[in-house]
């Protein structure tokens, strides 16, 4: 029988156990989360080799705040939420590249690494420069060897294939709308013109399968476009026959000369009307005074913008990014403004896209 000193001892040597082992969760936890919040600063995803830390880090996946978006890849839950598709790949992209030194990137998985307009759509499967890979990967993984993918280069610090090369291989793949918003942007990011980027592709890609819509493709690019959703709804006007408009054009306020209006679409119709066209949500409004021009919040300018546009005498026509989702009602709006329709303009685009 034990006595009671004996007894007294051992619950002091468990309360002394039991402080010391909260003592190194609370270390590990504060180390962890103090990783995570390091990581999230910087605007990456946490990555590590550490045994003991992944456990930990697995442990308390769906507590704490913790999400796993990839095997390896950590961060905050609140902060992956807040964060848009494009930002998720990319930050996913980095930090396989940091977990997989060996790994290099192609196809949309590059373009967006050279900051180029990669729709939301075409985010998923990893587009990996590989000859193997001794880790799972998520499903529909597209892998390119590395004697096809030829040269590679550093884009944002991530191995990657070069970046007129990823284009081309975006285009060859890529449908009508999501492929003009690549080029648009490869046009705008390089300072290309049209025909130039044409005689290129034709040169590096000609007899490759795809790339005749490719063509098709780069023979409407504009590097004028601003954005994606500039590009997509200008792929609608070109493929429902629509008159294509002119990109940003600049407007003097008014009511204040100082005041530079740059719209979206801008259509001179045959009667002499004009009609303006804005996609909602990304509204440009600036400052001009001499050669600086200041940026100001186009949510609190957009309805005086609009207003101040009308005051020139032009039709403001407004656009919403759902609207692409409802062709039929979307072609009726821009009828209904006046805007030219021909049924010749857009059998010549679908001839030129199916080939017939």
């Known amino acids: 029988m034990a006595h009671f000193s004996d007894v007294v001892v051992m619950e002091v040597s468990n309360i002394v156990f039991k402080q010391k082992h909260a003592t190194r969760n609370t270390l590990a ?7 995570l919040t390091e990581a999230a600063e910087q605007g990456v995803l946490l990555v590590t080799h550490d045994n003991a830390e992944l456990m930990w880090l697995r442990r308390h996946v769906g507590t704490d705040d913790i999400a796993e978006p990839e095997p390896y890849l950590f961060c905050f839950q609140h902060d992956w939420d807040a964060l848009t598709p494009a930002e998720r790949a990319l ?27 990669v729709p ?8 990996l420069v590989k000859t193997g890979c001794s880790v799972p990967l998520s499903a529909g993984c597209r892998l390119l060897r590395p004697q096809t993918a030829g040269a590679l280069e550093q884009a944002d610090g991530v191995r990657a ?15 009508f709308s999501y492929g003009l918003a690549i080029a648009d942007s490869a046009l705008r990011t390089k300072g290309v013109s049209r025909d130039d980027f044409c005689e290129q592709l034709r040169i590096d ?5 795809g790339y005749r819509r490719a063509q098709v493709i780069a023979s ?32 003097r306020d008014p009511l204040n000369p100082n005041q530079v209006f740059r719209v979206d679409y801008f259509w001179r119709l045959e ?48 656009f919403t990014f759902d609207e692409l989702k409802n062709p039929g009602k979307l072609a009726e709006k821009l009828r209904l403004a006046g805007i030219p329709q021909r049924a010749d303009l857009a059998e010549e685009w679908r001839r030129q896209w199916y080939g017939c």
């Open 29 to 35: 936890r504060n180390r962890m989360l103090a990783r």
């Open 91 to 117: 930050r996913t992209i980095k930090g396989l590249a940091e977990f997989h030194p060996d790994w290099a990137f192609w196809g949309y998985d590059a373009a967006l690494l050279w900051g180029l307009e």
């Open 120 to 127: 939301n759509d075409l985010l998923g499967p990893r587009f």
């Open 161 to 175: 294939t070069p970046f007129w090369r990823t284009v081309e291989d975006c285009l060859l793949r890529a449908p």
């Open 205 to 209: 890609c000609e007899g490759k399968h």
């Open 220 to 251: 409407y690019a504009d590097g004028l476009s601003e954005n994606g959703g500039e590009s997509r709804f200008r792929a609608f006007f070109i493929a429902y026959g629509f008159l294509v408009p002119e990109l940003q054009v600049e407007f």
């Open 271 to 318: 009667d002499g009307a004009c009609v303006i066209g804005e996609l909602d949500g990304k509204g440009k409004y600036t400052l001009q005074d001499g050669g600086d021009r200041e940026s100001v919040d186009p949510f609190v300018a957009e309805r005086q913008r609009e207003s101040h546009l009308t005051m020139l005498g032009h039709k403001v026509l407004r």
